[in-house]
C-alpha cells in the first residue's frame, strides 16, 4: 500500500487513520493490563501466604530511592503530556524540547533502578544461588547500613525465623518476594527502555517538524504508551516498597 | 476531526494532585492502621494507587475526552484482571470454608 | 447429484491479481499485503500441521499393543507432548484465524487491507521466530511435560528441552495478540459505507469475538510461561512447593489463557459454519442476531470457567461448584449456534457441494464433542473421568471433529477465491466421507476406553484394553488418509483446476464481489453495501429465480 | 441403581453406582440431543435438495419463539446435571466422620501406603469392605493423582497441598488403581491393585504386619522429641491450646474467623503456625517447614487426631465444638 503525505494506503482519511490508530494502541495497553496482571496475582497470592516474610524483605528496600522514582516518573508523565499539547497546538519547538525532558526523566529513573539493583546485588538480595538474607547480619561492613539498621535487622529476622521456622524458610520465601520484585520491576524497566526508544525516534521526528496539530499521532500514542508504564509504577511503588513500614 | 485539547492548568493540576496523594501513601504507610482494621494498610494504599491510575488515565491519557468505545475498552482491561484475580483469589478464600 | 450449471460459464482469470502483481521472494517475504500474508501462514500452519500429525501416528502405532513396541516411555511422553503443542499453539491457534481471517476480513468488510499491513507482517515473522524455538526444543531433547506444562515437573523435574519450548510460546503469543489487535481495529473502523454491524457476516462476528480472546488471554499465558522459563532458568520457587511457591497457582494462571483458547479454535470454525450454509442452502441465516450474539457470549463467558480443569486438585469445594455452574452457561450459546444452523436447512435450496459436507460433519462432530463437554463439567463424573481418555475423545471431537473440519471446510469454500481455480469435486466429496468415518472410527472408541478406566498419556496400558486401541489406530490411518488426499488435489488444482470465476457458488459476501483472485487493493472502486447479510431474494446480481415451490404460509414468512 | 451398561467397569464402591447413575443420565440427554439433530439435518438434507439450478431456499429469518424455546430447554437441563453432578461431588469432597485413615504417599514412580497400625505397603493398598476409608495424601515432588476406576474415584497428589479422599468399598476383588496425573517417564507403570477384603480377613491381615511402628506410635514419641509437649499441655494449661479434641472440631481464630481442624489445618499449624493463630494465644509456636518429612507430618497428624479420645479439660479458648460427636 502506498502512502500519500501522510496517509497510509490503506485507509480512505486521515481522520480514519488517526482513529485506527488511538483504538490500536489503546488495545494494545489492555493487553499488556494482563500481562502485568499475572504477575500481580502470583504477588497476591504468595503475599498473602507470606505475609510476615514479605514485610520484612519490602523494608530491606531503600523507600526513599522508591518515593523519590514516583516522583520522577510522574514528573516525566507530565512533561510527556505537554508535549502532545505543544504538538496540538502547533507549538513544534516546545514538542522537541518537553520529548527531551521526559527522556532525561526517564533515564534518572532508570538510573535510579539500577542503583538500587546495585545495592541488591551488593547485599546478595539478587535471587539465585548466593542469595543469603542473611549476608548484611553476617558480614557487618559489607553492606551500606549503620549498627543501629543491622542490630534492628537482626532482631527482625530473628523474630520472623521464630514464626516461620527458621533460616530456611526465611530465605526461601524471601528469595520469592525479590524474585517477584525483579520480575516486576524488571519487566517495568524494561517497558522502559523500550519507551525510551520510541522516546528517541519521536525527538528525532520532531526536530524535522514532523508533528503538526493535523497529524500528531505518535506523540500521543507514545504518550499513552508512557502514561501506562507510569500507572504500572503507580501500583509497584506501594506493593513493594510500602507493605509495612511501621 | 474534533479534537478535545486539554490546556496546561489541567496537567499541572493533576501533577499537583499525584504529588500530594504520593506524600499521602507514603505518609499513611508509616502509621500501623491494621489495628483499626486489620489490613486497612494495604486497602489504603491500593485505593490511593487506584485513584492516582484513575486521574493519569482519564487527564494524561484524555480517557475522560474520549469516546464511548476507547471507555469501554478501558474498562474491558480492567474488567478482565478483575475476574482473573477475584476468581482465582475465590478459590484461595474458600478452601478452609466448612461444608456443613 | 452433481449440481455444476448446465451450460459452464466460460471463465477466464483477471489479468492482474494479488498472486502475479509482483514477482520474486522478496515480494512475497516483504510483502503487507493481507492475501499474501494469508498464504505466508498457510504454508506454516500446513507444515506444523504435519508435524503434529507424524507425532500422533507414531503415538497411535505405539499404542497397538498393551506394552507398547515403537518407542520408549520417555519417547512416548515426548511425542504426545510435541504433538500438542504444535497442533494446539502453532497450527490450529493460528489456523482459522490466521489463513483464512487474514484473508477474508478485509475483503468481507471492503476494506483495502487490514489497519496495520506491517504488523500484519510481523506477527507472521514473530510466529516464525516463536516457531524455530519450538523446533529447537523438538530436535534437542524434546519436551515431555505435557502441552500443559505443569509445574513442578516442568519447572523442576523434567530434564527435556522445557525453556526453548516455553520462550517459543511466548514469543508465539505476541503473533496472536497483535493478529487480534488488527482484526479489531479493522472491524471497528474499516468496514465499506453501508456495512452496519447486522451487516457483517457472521464469519466476522466470530473474528471479533476470537480476537476478545486473543488480546485478553494471550498475556497471561505469556506471562505464566515466562515465569516457568525463569524458574526452569534461575531456580526461582513461583511455582515449586520446595521453595514456598504453589502449583495451582500455576494451573490457575494457564487455564484462564487456555480455556478460553479452545475458544479460539472452536469460534472461527463456527463463523466458517455460518458462512457455507446459507450459502449451499441459498436462505438467510437462521437467527442472525443469535448467532453473532452467542459468538460475542461465548468468547466473553469462556473466561469465567477455567478452573473446570482443576476440579481434582484440591481446588475448594465452593470454587469447583461455581466453576461447574458456570461452564454449563456457556454451553447455552453453543446450543443456540447448534439448532439455528439445523433450523436454517429447513426449507432450503440444498446442494450437496463439499464446503457443506464439512459442514454437516462438523455439526455432528461439535455436537457430540460438546455434549461430551458437558459430562466433563459434571461434577461427579468428573471425578472418574477427569484425565482418562473420555477427555481426550472430547477434545479431539471438538478440534479434530469440529475445529479442523471447519477449517478444511473453509478451505474448500475460498478455495476458488484464493487461487482462483475450481478443485475437483468428487474427489473432494470423498475426502470429506473419508475423514468421517475415519474420524469417528479413531475417537469413538476413546470414549469407551475413558469409562472403562484408561489414564490419558500412557505408553502402556492393561490388556483388557487392546481391542479398542486397535481400532482406534486403524481408524486414524483411514483419517490420516483422508486428509492426504485434500492435500494433494487441492496443490494439483492450483495450476490444473479450472477457473472458477468471481462467484462460483454463487455466495452473497462482499469478497465474491470482486474477480478471482482479488486485485492486490482488494476491490477496484470501494463498494457500498445496500443489501443485508445472506438476503439471496434480493440480489438480483447473483442471477438466481425465485423457487418454484408452494409458497409458504405467512406465518413463516419473512419477517 | 442397576442402570449399567456394557462399558461400565465394575462397581465396588458406595460411589460407583452413583456415577454410573449419573452417566446414564447424561448418556440420556445426550442421545436426546443427538438424535434429533443428527435426524433433522439428515431430513432436511434429503428433502430439500436443490431441484432446479437457480432455485434460491425460502427466505426465514427467525422465530423467537424458538430461540427462546432451545434456550431455556437446554438451560433446565443444564441446572439438573448441574445439581446432581454437585451432589455426588459434594459427598466425595466431604469425608464422613470415623473413617479408617490410610496415609498415602506418592513420588516419581510409585505409592507408598501406610495402614493405620503402620503396616507398610508399595503400591498395593489394602481395604475392609463397608467402612469408610479416607485416604490422606500427600507428594513427595511433582503431581500424582490416586485413581481407582471400579471406585470411581481419584484425587490429585499436590506436592505441599494436603489432599484427601473417601470411599467405601463395597465388593471383594482386587481392583486395579492408576497415577491420573501426568508426572514424568514412568507416570504410565505407577500404578497398582487395590485389595477389597472382609473386615476379618483385613483385620487378619493387619495383624500379619511387620514391626514398623504405626504413625501413632510414631507420632507420640515425635510430639516428645519435638517438645510440642512441652508447650502443649494435655489440660490446657501450659502456653498453647490443648490440643485434645481439637481435631475435626471447629477452632476459633484470632482475626475472628473460624475454621475447621482437618488434616489440613493441622498441617499448616504445625509447618507455619502464625498463619492462622488460634484465638487468646500468642504466635509464640515456631514454625517447623523444612524440618519435618512428610511422613513425620503425617505421624503427628495421626497422633493429634487420635488425642480426641482422652478427657477433654479444653480451656482452648479457640476450640468451640470438638470433633467428637
Ligand atoms: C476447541 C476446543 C474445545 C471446546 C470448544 C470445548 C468445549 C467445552 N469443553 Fe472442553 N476441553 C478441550 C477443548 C475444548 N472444549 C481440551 C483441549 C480439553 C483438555 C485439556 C487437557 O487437559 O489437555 C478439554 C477439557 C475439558 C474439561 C476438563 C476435563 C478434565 O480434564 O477433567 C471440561 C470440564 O468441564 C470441559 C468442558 C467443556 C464444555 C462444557 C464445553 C462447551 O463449550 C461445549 C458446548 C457445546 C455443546 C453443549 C453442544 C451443543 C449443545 C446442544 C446441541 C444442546 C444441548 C445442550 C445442553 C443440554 C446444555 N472440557
Ligand atoms: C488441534 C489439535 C489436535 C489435532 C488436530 C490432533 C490430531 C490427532 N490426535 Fe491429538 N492431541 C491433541 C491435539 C490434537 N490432536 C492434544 C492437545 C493432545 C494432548 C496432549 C497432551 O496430553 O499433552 C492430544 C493427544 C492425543 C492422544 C493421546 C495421547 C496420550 O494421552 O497418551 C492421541 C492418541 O490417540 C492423539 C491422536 C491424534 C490423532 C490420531 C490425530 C489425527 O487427527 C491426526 C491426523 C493427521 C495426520 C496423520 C497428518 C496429516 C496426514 C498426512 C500428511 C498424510 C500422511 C501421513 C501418514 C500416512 C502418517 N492425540
Ligand atoms: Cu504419578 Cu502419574
Ligand atoms: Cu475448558
Not at chain 1, 79 to 92: E, H, I, R
Not at chain 3, 34 to 56: D, E, P
Not at chain 4, 187 to 197: C, Q
Amino acid at each position: 500500500m502506498h502512502r500519500t503525505g501522510d496517509l497510509y494506503g490503506q485507509f480512505e482519511t486521515l481522520e480514519q487513520q488517526k482513529e485506527s490508530a488511538t483504538l490500536g494502541m489503546w488495545t494494545f495497553l489492555i493487553t499488556e493490563i494482563l500481562f502485568f496482571g499475572g504477575l500481580f496475582l502470583t504477588y497476591t497470592i504468595n503475599r498473602h501466604t507470606y505475609a510476615d516474610v514479605f514485610s520484612f524483605s519490602s523494608r530491606t528496600i531503600k523507600l526513599s530511592w522508591g518515593a523519590i522514582n514516583t516522583v520522577v516518573l510522574i514528573g516525566s508523565s507530565l512533561t510527556m503530556a505537554m508535549s502532545v499539547w505543544s504538538a496540538q497546538v502547533g507549538k513544534k519547538k516546545l514538542v522537541t524540547i518537553f520529548l527531551i525532558l521526559t527522556l532525561i526523566l526517564g533515564t534518572v529513573f532508570l538510573g535510579i533502578k539500577g542503583i538500587e539493583y546495585h545495592d541488591k546485588y551488593v547485599e546478595h538480595h539478587i535471587p539465585g544461588a548466593s542469595f543469603d538474607m542473611y549476608f548484611c547480619t553476617n558480614n557487618p561492613g559489607a553492606c551500606n547500613l549503620t549498627t543501629e539498621e543491622l542490630a534492628q535487622e537482626r532482631t527482625e529476622l530473628k523474630e520472623l525465623e521464630d514464626k516461620v521456622g527458621g533460616p530456611v524458610a526465611v530465605n526461601a520465601h524471601s528469595q520469592l518476594f525479590f524474585s517477584l520484585y525483579f520480575g516486576m520491576t524488571g519487566l517495568h524497566a524494561l517497558h522502559m527502555i523500550i519507551g525510551a526508544g520510541l522516546l528517541l525516534w519521536l525527538i528525532v521526528e520532531s526536530m524535522r517538524g514532523r508533528f503538526s496539530p493535523r497529524w500528531n499521532t505518535p506523540v500521543e500514542n507514545v504518550g499513552l504508551y508512557w502514561h501506562f508504564v507510569d500507572i504500572v509504577w503507580i501500583y509497584l511503588f506501594p506493593l513493594l516498597y510500602l507493605i509495612d513500614r511501621h | 476531526m474534533s479534537e478535545h485539547i486539554v490546556s496546561p492548568k489541567i496537567y499541572l493540576g493533576i501533577f499537583a494532585a499525584l504529588m500530594i496523594l504520593t506524600a499521602t501513601t507514603v505518609y499513611a504507610a508509616t502509621v500501623d492502621l491494621n489495628e483499626h482494621f486489620p489490613g486497612l494498610n494495604v486497602i489504603v494504599a491500593l485505593v490511593i494507587a487506584t485513584c492516582k491510575a484513575i486521574l493519569v488515565i482519564l487527564f494524561f491519557m484524555h480517557a475522560y475526552y474520549s469516546s464511548k468505545r476507547t471507555k469501554l475498552i478501558i474498562f474491558s482491561g480492567f474488567f478482565w484482571l478483575a475476574i482473573m484475580l477475584a476468581l482465582t483469589l475465590s478459590d484461595y478464600g474458600s478452601r478452609t470454608w466448612d461444608l456443613h | 447429484m452433481s449440481t455444476s450449471p448446465t451450460t459452464p460459464a466460460v471463465h477466464q482469470l483477471p489479468e492482474e491479481h494479488y498472486l502475479n502483481s509482483t514477482y520474486g521472494l522478496r515480494s512475497w517475504l516483504l510483502t503487507t499485503d493481507h492475501k499474501r500474508i494469508a498464504l505466508l501462514y498457510l504454508a506454516s500452519v500446513t507444515f506444523f500441521f504435519f508435524i503434529g500429525g507424524i507425532f500422533a501416528t507414531m503415538i497411535r502405532i505405539h499404542l497397538l499393543t498393551p506394552n507398547g513396541y515403537l518407542v520408549t516411555p520417555e519417547t512416548y511422553n515426548k511425542l504426545f507432548t510435541m504433538h500438542g503443542v504444535a497442533m494446539i499453539f502453532f497450527f490450529l491457534i493460528p489456523s482459522i484465524p490466521a489463513v483464512l481471517g487474514n484473508f477474508l476480513v478485509p475483503l468481507m468488510i471492503g476494506a483495502k487491507d487490514l489497519a496495520f499491513p506491517k504488523i500484519n507482517l510481523l506477527s507472521w515473522y514473530i510466529y516464525l521466530v516463536g516457531g524455530c524455538f519450538v523446533l529447537y526444543s523438538f530436535a534437542t531433547g524434546g519436551l515431555d511435560t505435557g502441552w500443559t506444562f505443569y509445574t513442578p515437573l516442568s519447572s523442576v523435574y523434567s530434564n527435556s528441552a522445557v525453556t526453548p519450548a516455553v520462550i517459543g510460546i511466548f514469543i508465539n503469543g505476541f503473533s496472536s495478540i497483535l493478529t487480534g489487535l488488527n482484526f479489531v481495529v479493522t472491524i471497528h473502523t474499516m468496514r465499506a459505507p453501508g456495512m452496519t454491524w447486522f451487516r457483517l457476516p457472521l464469519f466476522v462476528w466470530a473474528q471479533y469475538a476470537t480476537s476478545i480472546i486473543f488480546i485478553l488471554g494471550t498475556p497471561v499465558i505469556a506471562i505464566t510461561l515466562l515465569l516457568v522459563g525463569l524458574e526452569r532458568m534461575f531456580h526461582l520457587g513461583f511455582f515449586n512447593p520446595a521453595l514456598g511457591g504453589d502449583p495451582i497457582l500455576f494451573q490457575h494462571l494457564f487455564w484462564f489463557y487456555s480455556h478460553p483458547a479452545v475458544y479460539i479454535m472452536i469460534l472461527p470454525a463456527m463463523g466458517v459454519i455460518s458462512e457455507i450454509i446459507p450459502t449451499f442452502t441459498r436462505k438467510p441465516i437462521f437467527g442472525y442476531t443469535f448467532i453473532a450474539a452467542s459468538s460475542i457470549a461465548i468468547a466473553v463467558i469462556g473466561f469465567f470457567v477455567w478452573a473446570h480443569h482443576m476440579f481434582l486438585t484440591g481446588e475448594s469445594t465452593y470454587a469447583a461448584l461455581a466453576f461447574s455452574l458456570l461452564s454449563y452457561l456457556v454451553a447455552i450459546p453453543s446450543a443456540v449456534k447448534v439448532f439455528n444452523w439445523t433450523s436454517t436447512l429447513y426449507r432450503g435450496s440444498i446442494s450437496y457441494d463439499t464446503p457443506l459436507l464439512y459442514s454437516l460433519g462438523f455439526i455432528g462432530l461439535f455436537l457430540i464433542g460438546g455434549l461430551t463437554g458437558l459430562f466433563l463439567a459434571c461434577l461427579g463424573l468428573d471425578i472418574h473421568i477427569h484425565d482418562t481418555y473420555f477427555v481426550v475423545a472430547h477434545f479431539h471431537y471438538i478440534m479434530v471433529g469440529g475445529a479442523v473440519m471447519g477449517y478444511v471446510g473453509g478451505l474448500h469454500f475460498w478455495w476458488p477465491k484464493i487461487t482462483g481455480k475450481l478443485y475437483p469435486e468428487f474427489l473432494a466429496r470423498m475426502a470429506a466421507v473419508i475423514l468421517f468415518v475415519g474420524f469417528n472410527l479413531t475417537f469413538f472408541p476413546q470414549f469407551i476406553l475413558g469409562y472403562l478406566g484408561m489414564p490419558r498419556r500412557y505408553h502402556n496400558y492393561p490388556p483388557e484394553f487392546q481391542v479398542l486401541n486397535v481400532m482406534s489406530t486403524a481408524g486414524a490411518s483411514i483419517l490420516a488418509l483422508g486428509y492426504l488426499l485434500p492435500m494433494l488435489y487441492l496443490t494439483w488444482s492450483m495450476r490444473y483446476g479450472k477457473v472458477a470465476g468471481p462467484n462460483p457458488w454463487p455466495a452473497t459476501g462482499l469478497e465474491w464481489r470482486t474477480p478471482s483472485p482479488p486485485p492486490t487493493e482488494n476491490f477496484d472502486v470501494t463498494p457500498v453495501v445496500d443489501w443485508e447479510a445472506y438476503d439471496f431474494k434480493n440480489r438480483p446480481d447473483l442471477g438466481l429465480t425465485q423457487p418454484s415451490g408452494p409458497a409458504l404460509s405467512p406465518a413463516h414468512g419473512d419477517d | 441403581m442397576q442402570a449399567q451398561l456394557p462399558f461400565y467397569p465394575d462397581q465396588a464402591s458406595n460411589f460407583a453406582p452413583s456415577v454410573d447413575a449419573l452417566m446414564t443420565f447424561l448418556i440420556l440427554v445426550s442421545l436426546f440431543f443427538a438424535v434429533a439433530i443428527t435426524a433433522a439435518i439428515v431430513f432436511f438434507f434429503f428433502k430439500y435438495r436443490r431441484k432446479s439450478e437457480n432455485e434460491v431456499g425460502y427466505p426465514i429469518h427467525g422465530d423467537m419463539r424458538l430461540e427462546s424455546l432451545w434456550i431455556i430447554v437446554p438451560a433446565f437441563l443444564s441446572l439438573a446435571m448441574f445439581g446432581w453432578g454437585a451432589v455426588v461431588y459434594v459427598d466425595f469432597r466431604h469425608a464422613p466422620q470415623d473413617t479408617l485413615d490410610i496415609y498415602v504417599i506418592g513420588k516419581q514412580w510409585m505409592w507408598k501406603i501406610q495402614q493405620p497400625n503402620g503396616r507398610r505397603e508399595i503400591n498395593e493398598l489394602h481395604v475392609p469392605i463397608g467402612r469408610d476409608v479416607k485416604l490422606v495424601m500427600a507428594s513427595e515432588d511433582v503431581i500424582h493423582d490416586f485413581y481407582v476406576p471400579a471406585f470411581r474415584v481419584k484425587m490429585d497428589v499436590v506436592p505441599g497441598h494436603y489432599n484427601t479422599m473417601w470411599f467405601r468399598p463395597t465388593k471383594a476383588g482386587t481392583y486395579r488403581f492408576f497415577c491420573s496425573q501426568y508426572c514424568g517417564t514412568n507416570h504410565a507403570v505407577m500404578g497398582g491393585w487395590v485389595t477389597v477384603m472382609d473386615p476379618s480377613d483385613y483385620a487378619a491381615w493387619l495383624s500379619g504386619s511387620s514391626g514398623t511402628d504405626s504413625p501413632l506410635v510414631a507420632g507420640e514419641k515425635l510430639f516428645t522429641e519435638r517438645a510440642c509437649v512441652t508447650c502443649h499441655i494435655g489440660n490446657g494449661s501450659g502456653r498453647a491450646p490443648s490440643l485434645n479434641g481439637v481435631y475435626g472440631g471447629t477452632v476459633r481464630l484470632a482475626d475472628g474467623s473460624t475454621v475447621t481442624a482437618d488434616d489440613a489445618y493441622i498441617r499448616e499449624s504445625i509447618l507455619v503456625p502464625s498463619a492462622k493463630i488460634v484465638a487468646g494465644y500468642q504466635p509464640l509456636m515456631p514454625a517447623f517447614q523444612g524440618q519435618l518429612t512428610e511422613d513425620q507430618i503425617l505421624s503427628l497428624t495421626a497422633y493429634i487426631k487420635s488425642l480426641q479420645s482422652q478427657p477433654i479439660p479444653a480451656t482452648g479458648a479457640g476450640v468451640l465444638t470438638t470433633g467428637k460427636k
